[in-house]
């Protein structure tokens, strides 16, 4: 078994970070930030960046659909709020708009997509449930994306109905939370019940059994974590009180 150690500061990190009205980011965890997608200079983070391109290459979406907004800095989250609030008031900058310093998009896991058309709205772009658009939602999640703000969730997530705006939060997790009809707020709860140590959530897939667990920022400072040899995992911190351990076996 391979021992590892994490500190309280390493839960400001990773592609499962909770990012809302509550948990602002904390900008020490983000990762490099990269350009490429489609004749583009939005930014993600790299493994988000690659996902998101594969995927628009499975279905030949790059002619039909454009990105739109990625990675913001905070100065630049500012002006959208400040220029949405006068330009269509505090009600609907509320609604579509997350204040600065809470923005998904400051972390370089989100992203914007829109149809490829004259007029794309940049706070609201068209982004409908059929053809490429519904091609692109249906395979979201093998790549590790969830449709992060869904109709009827908006007292959970604090942001209107947004079905657009995507976030990485990688494999298997964007399937899960698809599965249980989840939003990541209501994850990063659910899989607490899953205690390191007690029991695990487990899932197949890509031919693996795949245990995720859950580590309190208490537990990971007086607790030994044991992951099996030569085995793959990752772990991410959720940005309010722990960690994610995710388990290939």
Not at 24 to 48: C, F, H, W, Y
Request: charged share 20%; hydrophobic share 35%.
């Amino acid at each position: 078994m391979n021992k590892i150690s994490l500190t309280k500061e390493q839960i400001y990190f990773g592609s499962l970070i909770l990012v809302n009205h509550e948990y602002p980011l904390v900008e020490m965890g983000l990762d490099p930030l990269v350009t490429n997608l489609e004749k583009s200079d939005i930014k993600l983070q790299r493994q988000a960046s690659v996902l998101l391109s594969n995927l628009m290459r499975e279905i030949n979406g790059w002619k039909e659909i454009v990105p739109v907004s990625g990675w913001r800095s905070l100065g630049e989250q500012q002006k959208i709020w400040n220029d949405t609030v006068k330009e269509r008031g505090w009600e609907y900058a509320r609604k579509y708009v997350a204040v600065p310093g809470h923005s998904e998009h400051q972390t370089g896991l989100a992203i914007d997509l829109g149809l490829n058309q004259n007029n794309i709205d940049f706070i609201c772009p068209e982004f409908p449930y059929f053809g490429i658009c519904q091609q692109f939602r249906e395979r979201a999640a093998s790549y590790g994306f969830i449709e992060r703000y869904p109709a009827g969730k908006e007292s959970i997530t604090g942001i209107g109905h947004e079905p657009w705006h995507f976030r990485y939060v990688g494999v298997p997790h964007a399937q899960i939370i698809i599965n249980e009809g989840l939003t990541l707020e209501e994850y990063i709860s659910f899989i607490k019940q899953f205690y390191y140590g007690n029991k695990t959530y487990s899932i197949h897939g890509g031919g693996q059994n795949i245990s995720i667990s859950y580590i309190s920022a208490i537990q990971a400072a007086d607790t030994e974590i044991k992951v099996g040899h030569n085995k793959p995992y990752s772990i991410s911190g959720n940005n309010t009180d722990g960690f994610i351990l995710t388990e290939w076996r």
